[in-house]
């Protein structure tokens, strides 16, 4: 088995503002394994508050001997990537992604197949919102005119005339993520119960992830809406330690690692009765559409990176209905549009 990979940079519709900061694009490494002449496509994308950068990830990547693999031995292979080392999360889970493409195509079935999921479309997803002027809020909103849910960025001193603008503009749900922008307890509690009347399903990581256990406690029991961990989670082996502080959880596959360890932490969350989301970083097509094979088993979808970019390297989802429509081709589903790989690594 040969493993390929190339940088590249998404470029952003729009400026991305967050209660932490603004970017206009986000690097990622695509990734890409072949055996028998068959391709299985992954992805890494490294928005900056994951720590990875292009560097690390292709140094990381650089490091894997893939000559050997052998597609029967896919827990083994993610066990050893994993022992690398103890961060990486975005490149493991490149790899991850790729392999239960090769896998799942050298069985002729999909992946959400390969993973004992059967389903043709995923829940409603919610399409981004993110912070800007009040021109700018319009524009997204006419833009997510096939989307029945709104996912709204938050953090920022003027949240409630922001979501009272919105209102104005639509009736749809909302889904609001704070990115750690409340600072204290007593702030969090005033927005979360103005919110509480505006037709908001729930909030994402309300408080910075340093905020001390017993304060995530009397926020949950004291919130009048469900609040989800979002930076305050990566991997299954943090569950335990949230599991008493959220209503529910984020599940990306750039911080989980990849499909493995995110479709375990899923059936955790249903065991320890947390509410999950499949989210997603700024992405193609590739890792979408891997998350959404998984999707069909979670609470709430946010899997709207490739209607957020310009540049996507493959084939763009089917929206109908507010839903992703889940592709019958074998494997993950992404279909490259563009050639990305250097002539040499054909």
């Known amino acids: 088995m040969k493993l390929q990979f190339v940088p590249y940079h998404l470029q952003l519709?729009?400026?991305?503002?967050?209660?932490?900061?603004?970017?206009?694009?986000?690097?990622?490494v695509q990734v890409r394994l072949v055996e028998n002449g068959i391709f299985g496509y992954g992805e890494a994308s490294m928005p900056p508050y994951l720590g990875e950068s292009l560097d690390s990830v292709s140094q990381f990547l650089s490091g894997i001997?893939?000559?050997?693999?052998?597609?029967?031995?896919?827990s083994q292979i993610l066990e050893s990537l994993d022992s690398i080392s103890d961060h990486d999360n975005a490149a493991k889970a490149s790899i991850d992604i790729a392999l239960h493409d090769l896998k799942a195509k050298s069985q002729a079935i999909t992946t959400r197949e390969l993973l004992g999921i059967h389903a043709s479309e995923t829940p409603i997803t919610?399409?981004?919102?993110?912070?800007g002027s009040k021109d700018e809020l319009r524009v997204k909103v006419q833009e997510a005119a096939?989307?029945?849910?709104?996912?709204?960025?938050?953090?920022?001193?003027?949240?409630?005339?922001?979501?009272?603008?919105?209102?104005?503009?639509?009736?749809?749900?909302?889904?609001?993520d704070a990115n750690q922008g409340w600072l204290d307890e007593k702030t969090a509690l005033n927005y979360l119960d103005f919110m509480s009347t505006k037709n908001v399903l729930l909030v994402e990581q309300p408080l910075p992830v340093n905020t001390p256990p017993e304060i995530w406690k009397r926020?949950?029991?004291?919130?009048?809406?469900?609040?989800?961990?979002?930076?305050?989670?990566?991997?299954?082996?943090d569950l335990h330690q949230i599991e008493e502080l959220f209503h529910g959880v984020n599940i990306k596959l750039m911080k989980s690692t990849g499909l493995s360890e995110a479709l375990k932490m899923l059936q955790l969350c249903k065991n320890l009765g947390l509410?999950?989301?499949?989210?997603?970083?700024?992405?193609?097509?590739?890792?979408?559409?891997?998350?959404?094979?998984?999707a069909p088993l979670a609470d709430f979808i946010d899997l709207d990176g490739p209607f957020l970019?310009?540049?996507?390297?493959?084939e763009t989802p089917t929206v109908i209905d507010g839903k992703l429509q889940l592709k019958k081709?074998?494997?993950?589903?992404?279909?490259?549009?563009?050639?990305?790989?250097?002539?040499e690594n054909q």
């Not at 029991?221 to 082996?237: N, T, V």
């Open 309 to 314: 970019i310009t540049n996507n390297p493959f």
């Open 65 to 74: 001997d893939s000559s050997d693999w052998n597609l029967d031995n896919l």
């Open 275 to 294: 509410g999950t989301m499949i989210g997603c970083m700024t992405e193609s097509s590739c890792a979408i559409l891997a998350a959404a094979q998984i």
């Open 126 to 131: 919610a399409f981004t919102i993110g912070m």
């Open 219 to 237: 926020l949950k029991e004291k919130s009048s809406l469900p609040i989800f961990a979002d930076e305050s989670i990566k991997r299954l082996s």
């Open 13 to 28: 519709k729009h400026p991305f503002r967050l209660a932490t900061g603004s970017r206009t694009s986000t690097p990622t």
């Open 146 to 176: 096939h989307f029945h849910q709104l996912k709204i960025k938050l953090g920022g001193p003027d949240d409630k005339e922001k979501i009272t603008f919105l209102r104005s503009l639509t009736d749809k749900p909302f889904i609001l």
């Open 329 to 343: 081709e074998h494997g993950n589903g992404a279909i490259p549009i563009e050639n990305i790989y250097p002539l």
